[in-house]
C-alpha cells in the first residue's frame, strides 16, 4: 500500500526537514544538525525501499493528487531513477554527518541557513531524478539551481563573485531547457515526457524537433558542466565552503548527466536523431576534448580544491562520452561512472575540507608531510586517489573499462586510446600529491603540533566512502548486472544484441 | 527558400529572436554586472513571450468557459503556456531576487561592480 506512494514520500522528509530546520533553529541553533540528519536518514530509508520495490515489482508510475498523467504531473520512478535517487541520499547522508562540525568552524552562524537551504537544493534535485513532466522538471532545475547558488556565495571572500558569474551561465542554462521544452510542447501539445516519447518518432525530421533537442543538449551541457560549458565550475567550487563543494561537486553534475541520458535516450529517442544530426559524435568529441583539457588544467593548478574542480571537468566528461557513443556497454560505462564518480569527488573534498579545517589553507603546500598526522583521513583520500587514476580494484577502474568498451562496439578507436591514457594525466595530478603527502617534510612554518587527525564525525564518512569505492569496485558486476543494465532503454539492447553483442 | 514566405506571419517569433539576442549580448559583452542581469532578465523575458505568443489565437477569448460561445476549443485561448509562464516568471523573479543579493555582498566587498575594475581587487586578494 504504502509502496506504491513512495516517489513522493521520498521527498517529503526533505521538506519537513527544510522547514523545521530553520523553526527549530531559531530559538537553538545546535539544533539545526541533528533536525537535517534526521530528514535525510528518513529519506536514505525511502530511497532504499524505492529501488528494492521497483527491482522486485517494476515501473512506479504516481499520479500527483490523482490526475490523469496527460494533464497532471506524473512522477515516473524506473530502475535508472531509483538508482539516481539513492546515489543522492546516500552522499547526502554522508556529508551531513560530517558538515556537523566543519560547518560550525567554516562559516559560523551560517548553520540554520547551511542546513535548510542544502535540503531545499536535495528536493530539487530529487525532484528532477523522479519527475516524469517536462515542465516540472524546469522547476526543479531552477529550485536546485537557486539553492545552489546560494550555498555556492557562502564560503571564501570571493564566493559571491564566482556564485554570480555561476548563476549568469546557470540561467542561460535553464532558459535553453525551457526552450527547448517549449518547442516540444508547441510539436507535440503534452508535457509528459512518455506521452511526448510516444509521439516522437513521427517528428524526428522535424527541424524544430532537432533544434529542442540540441537547445536541452546545451542547456544541461551548462548545468552539467560539459566541455566547454564548464567555466562556472573551478570557481565556484573553489571558493565555496568545503561542505558545500563536498555535496554539490558529486551530485549537482550527475543528476543534470541522468537528466541528459533521460531525455536524449528515453524522450527523443537518439538513434532517430543521429540519422538526421551527428549529436552524438559531438557529445564525445566534447567529452574527449574535456577529459584532455581538465586533466591538464588539472596538473598546473596550485591549489587542490581548484585541482580538483578541473579533475571534476575532465570525469564529467568520461560521462558525457559514454552518453554521446550511445552504445549499451557506453551507457553501462557512463551511469556506472555517474555512481562511481559521485562516491570518490565527495571522499575526496570532505579530505580537503578536513585539511583546511585543521590547516586553514588547501594550498598544496599544506599538504606537506599531512599524510603523517592525520593517518586515517589520508588513507581515504589515498584509496579515492587510485580509484580517480582507475587502478583495480577500485571501481574508478570498471567504469573506464567500460567506457572503453563501449568504444570498441562502435570502433570508435579515439575514445579507447583517450580513456586509457587520461588515466596516466590523472596519475600525474594525483601521485604528485601522493608524494607530497607521505614523503614531505612538514613546512616549518606551519603549527606542526597543531595538526591532528578531525573529530570523529569528520573522518567516519570519508573511511565510509572509501569503503565503498572498494566495494563497489568488488561488486560492480552486480550493480551492473541487476540494476544498470535492465534499466537501459530496451529498443537499444535489442538493436545492438541483435548485431552480435 | 522564400525568404518572404518564411517571415510574414512570423513577426512575434522573430522579434522574440531579436529579444534573445540582446539579451544574450547583454550577458556576454557588457561589463557591468548590473547590466548583465538586465540582459538575463531580456532573455527570459524572450522566452517567456515565446510560450505566449504560441498560445496566442487571433479572435479568440479568455479561456473561462461562456454560454454562449458554446465548447468550441478554437474559441478560448489555450492556457497551459500561460500557467506555466507564471511559474516561469515566478522563477525569473527569485532568480533575479538571489542575483540583487549577491550583487550587493559584491558591493559591500570590493567597492565596485564593473568586471575589469573588480577582477583587479580580486587579483589584489590573492
Known sequence: MIDAHLPILVLIPLFLGAVLVPAVGMSRRSLAYPTALLSLAAT?????????????SGTIRYRVAGWEPPYGIELY????SAFVVLIIAVIAMLVVVYAGSAVKREIPGQEVGFFSVMLIMLIGLNGMVLTGDLFNLYVFFEVSSLSGYALMAVGGRKAPVAAFRYLILGTVGASCYLMGVGYLYVLTGSLNMMDVASLAPQLSENPAFLISAVLMVVGLGLKMALFPMHLWLPDAYTYASSTATAIIAPVMTKVSAYVLIRMLYFVYGMERLETVIPLGSVITWLGLTGVVVGSIMAIAQKDAKRMLA?????????????????TPLALVGALLHVMNHAAMKCCLFLVTGSVFRQTGSTRLDSFNGIGRRMPLTFLGFTVAALAMVGIPPTNGFFSKWYLVLGGLQKDAWAVVIVVVFSGLLTGAYFFRLLARIYTKPTDGQVETTAIGEPPPAMVAPVLLLAAMLLLLGLFN??????????????????RFSQAGF | MDLEALITGRWPYLFTVVLLIIGLRGMLLKSNFVKKLIGMNIFQGAIILFYVVHAYKLGATVPVFDKHLGEH????????????????????????GVALALLIVIHRRYGTLEEGLLLEKLRQDD
Open chain 1, 77 to 80: 520512478v524506473d530502475l535508472l
Open chain 1, 44 to 56: 536514505l530509508g525511502l530511497a532504499w525501499r524505492q529501488l528494492v520495490v521497483v527491482m522486485d
Open chain 1, 310 to 326: 578541473y579533475s571534476s571537468v575532465a570525469q564529467v566528461a568520461y560521462i558525457g562520452v559514454g552518453i554521446g557513443l550511445g
Open chain 2, 73 to 96: 476549443a478554437d474559441l478560448y485561448m489555450n492556457p497551459i503556456p500561460h500557467g506555466l509562464m507564471l511559474t516561469a516568471i515566478v522563477v525569473s523573479v527569485a532568480t533575479t
Open chain 1, 477 to 494: 558486476h552486480w550493480v551492473v548486472g541487476n540494476i544498470i543494465e535492465p534499466a537501459l532503454p530496451a529498443a537499444l539492447t535489442e
